[in-house]
Each structure stands twice: as C-alpha cells, then as structure tokens.
C-alpha cells in the first residue's frame, strides 16, 4: 500500500510538472512566436530535463536532473513550432508515458501516444 502512494505522489509531481511546462511554453512562445521543442517529432524518448530547466525555466531546477529521477521530460513539436506535445516519461518503464498538448490536453493514464 506504501509503494502505491508513493507511485502516486510521483505521477502527481510529473503532471504538475507537465503543467509548468505548459505554462512556461506560453510564455516561450509569446517572446519567440513559436513553442520550444527538445525533438521534431509526434513523440519523444530521449531524457531532455536539463535542457527544459535551461531552455524554458530560465536555469531554475524545476525538473529533478538526477540519475535516479522516476520520470524524464521532452517536448515534441512539428517543425514550425506551432503545436507541441510534452511528455513525461516512466524511466523505469518507457512505456508509461504522460502528455500535455499546447491545447491543454492533458492524457494521464500512462498509455498516452
């Protein structure tokens, strides 16, 4: 029952974080007139934290850049940069994935595209 809650607890941390995400693309997008985008791509599997902390976050750790972190985040997007999809990633299962849209379609069952 304890390692249920604290799968919980993680899943909540990413879709808050997918949040954040989506917040900070607005603004990324409102000073660049496109969204920022770590693949050009509909989906993404690589780990791109570190650049989203730099990139969006302006340098502040909003997403856990550690080697033992539960999920990894990137944002796929067309090649305009006129949509988006953000994706928070099981690292234990990358098959378990979350989603956020430039919409604000959020897919939280872990089966998202």
Known sequence: MYQKHIETTKKSNALNNLQSIRMAQEEYKA???????TDN???????KNSTINTD???????LDESSDKKYFFC??????????????????DTSFKLTITDQNVICQDGNCP
């Open 31 to 37: 000073d660049n007139n496109v969204y920022h985008k």
């Open 56 to 62: 969006l976050f302006e340098g502040t750790k909003v």
């Open 41 to 47: 791509s509909s989906s993404c599997s690589s780990d």
């Open 75 to 92: 944002v796929a997007s067309d090649d305009n940069g006129s949509t988006y999809t953000a994706f928070a990633i099981k690292r234990e």
